[in-house]
């Protein structure tokens, strides 16, 4: 069964520095992907950035990019010049390939942005 | 405008009086899933349907059905809720051969049984 362990509950960040986020995975799967969901207070769920884990490039969206180190099942979340709009949780996902509607959460990390 | 709708937003009830939250997709995906978000656990899937009448459990079925009799509706029902189902419920759906296997969510329905 798949797992994805947020060791992290809460973070904080000054305006315009950098935040890592953690998250770890166990899958058995050889063809999976891996997310970041980011829910503000209108508790909507937004992807952030996606993985396929065959890639070995780190993806990266605008400020948001990731370290996906596959051996260690690690894929944490870099935020890059936080700004007050990143105040959120974050939730990292896992996800195994081909016709599967399984998606795995994590426990999510609040990351709070001081002005 | 694609998107994923849940109705109702936010639903205050009482113990063992049946209820439905419907959740509709105009995107024609075949894959939809419901999940609750409690805290300090994330999201869990409850149930999920790989297409019309194909439904299955996810990992917290209990307490829940579901109907998948049009591609588009989905509708959760609690036959007789109880206080434990009291979370914020979500419904998801992404298309089959879709990039990444990204679901795209609704925006959550707020249960709370007395």
């Known amino acids: 069964a798949q797992t994805v362990t947020q060791s992290q509950p809460e973070m904080s960040v000054q305006e315009a520095e950098t935040v890592t986020l953690s998250c770890t995975y166990d899958t058995s799967e050889s063809d999976y992907y891996l997310f970041w969901y980011k829910q503000p207070p209108s508790r909507q769920m937004i992807l952030v950035i996606r993985?396929?884990?065959?890639?070995?490039q780190n993806a990266t969206e605008n400020r948001f990019s990731v370290n996906f180190q596959k051996a260690a099942k690690s894929f944490s979340l870099k935020i890059s010049d936080s700004q007050l709009g990143d105040a959120a949780m974050y939730f990292c996902a896992s996800s195994p390939g081909g016709a599967t509607n399984k998606l795995i959460f994590g426990t999510g990390t609040l990351l709070a942005v001081q002005p | 405008e694609a998107q994923v709708t849940q109705n109702p937003r936010y639903l205050i009830t009482v113990t063992g009086k049946k209820l439905t939250v419907t959740c509709s997709q105009n995107?024609?995906?075949?894959?939809m899933s419901w999940y609750r978000q409690d805290p300090g656990l994330g999201l869990r899937q409850i149930y999920y349907s790989m297409n019309v009448e194909v439904t299955d459990k996810g990992d917290v079925p209990e307490g829940y059905k579901v109907s998948r009799k049009e591609k588009r509706n989905f509708p959760l029902i609690l036959e007789s809720p109880s206080p434990n189902q009291t979370s914020l419920y979500f419904c998801a759906s992404r298309g089959y051969g879709g990039s990444y296997n990204e679901q795209f969510f609704g925006p959550g329905t707020r249960l709370t049984v007395l």
């Open positions: 995107m024609n995906h075949e894959y």
């Open positions: 993985q396929e884990a065959y890639k070995q």
